[in-house]
């Protein structure tokens, strides 16, 4: 949508033109899955794929939501925001207006039309999108002065106490931190981060679209956080040191094996690995190493999350698995938090078409299902966007 299709939706739905207009991104995430919300790292990057906000103050105590996409409309007064049941898309924008009141901010009612090309269920964070956007937003118009890691905190928060699930920073921060041709390392225990170019000459990410959303997802998600959660009070006990798995080795995991039991050990000893591969991954970007040195750690990323962490589906694994064989296709892996979305792709610049063509005819002759995708361009974080 551009700028001017936004500014005339917003007039002709509130009658009066929009105080500020701006973008957020969706994610994508190099390495580093399920790590966040485990003190650990994560190797993010805002995308080309975007939410447009149109926000404007309005003077009343009410505010106003139209999701142009859906054409839907919210409306409640600020004081009377709370938690709406079943997954309800305004929970993003009033779980955000909740977290800026937590913090003292005085919001006044208003009005807020947004729309955008992130797809939905697609694991690239269209909420996180929703929220940070929102949170912006609301952080310039009603000039409160929050740095911009607080601003993805209370989104964090949004997620977490009005659409229900326990993530991490990772989604939020890539959001609002992105720069264009760079993915960001952050430390999510320090919060520390640090940004390395991506050179588009030789390889591209290409995300495949598996078209599924299972269900489960949501509420595996937040068991997975509590397993990791029960494996850090076992080893504990064992050594005092871990506070987290951030803290925890191969050898704590063997030592508490026992009392661990299977599932929990599988959980803990891919954290472990994975935290392992985003240094190494990172390692090998700013070494220089050929691209199939990179590609090999996205492929053991990919088997860690189906075989020890257990987050992917079978159409995951069958884009996967055709990857190996694609033309061009240096690694791939399942992204986001399982059970559907996207698998990303590190491929050959020269080879993206034959890529895009081998898998799209794979996943039609694998499952019958057909395949979206994506070459992304890697973006800015939030910003405002020229009228
Ligand atoms: C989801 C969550 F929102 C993130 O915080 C992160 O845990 C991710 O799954 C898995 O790496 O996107």
Request: charged residues 20%; aromatic residues 6%.
């Amino acid at each position: 949508m551009t700028a001017s299709a936004l500014t005339s939706a917003f007039e002709q739905r509130f009658g009066a033109a929009p105080d500020l207009l701006l973008r957020a991104p969706g994610r994508i995430n190099l390495i580093g899955e399920h790590t966040d919300y485990n003190d650990g790292l994560v190797l993010p990057a805002a995308i080309d794929k975007e939410i447009r906000f149109a926000l404007r103050l309005n003077g009343t105590d009410r505010i106003r939501l139209v999701a142009l996409d859906f054409d839907a409309t919210y409306e409640v007064a600020v004081a009377d925001i709370a938690p709406l049941p079943g997954g309800h898309w305004a929970n993003y924008q009033l779980g955000v207006v909740a977290g800026l009141r937590k913090r003292g901010a005085q919001v006044p009612g208003f009005d807020c039309a947004f729309g955008g090309d992130i797809p939905s269920g697609a694991g690239l964070s269209s909420s996180a999108a929703a929220e940070c956007g929102v949170a912006w937003g609301l952080n310039h118009l009603l000039s409160l002065g929050l740095d911009t890691m607080t601003l993805a905190q209370i989104s964090q928060m949004a997620e977490h106490e009005y659409a229900k699930v326990m993530c991490g920073l990772m989604d939020q921060f890539a959001s609002l931190f992105g720069r264009a041709g760079h993915v960001v390392e952050l430390d999510c225990r320090s919060l520390e981060y640090a940004y390395f170019p991506l050179d588009t000459t030789h390889a591209r990410l290409v995300l495949c679209n598996s078209g599924v959303k299972h269900a489960l997802g949501d509420s595996e998600y937040n068991t997975r956080r509590a397993e990791c959660a029960r494996g850090v009070e076992i080893m504990q006990k064992h050594n005092p040191a871990i506070k987290s798995l951030r803290d925890a080795t191969l050898a704590d995991i063997d030592a508490a094996k026992a009392e661990l039991g299977e599932v929990v050990e599988k959980r803990c000893r891919y954290v472990v690995e994975e935290n392992e591969r985003v240094k190494e991954l990172t390692a090998r970007l700013v070494e220089g190493k050929p691209l199939a040195e990179v590609g090999e750690l996205l492929y053991a990323s990919h088997a860690g999350l189906r075989d020890l962490y257990q987050v992917s589906c079978a159409e995951l694994d069958v884009l996967e698995g055709l990857a190996h064989s694609a033309p061009g296709c240096y690694g791939a892996r399942m992204m986001g938090g399982g059970f559907g979305g996207c698998t990303l792709n590190l491929v050959a610049s020269d080879k993206v078409d034959a890529f895009i063509d081998f898998m799209t005819k794979g996943y039609q002759e694998k499952l019958g299902l057909k395949l979206d995708t994506y070459v992304t361009n890697l973006a800015d974080g939030v910003g405002e966007l020229a009228g």
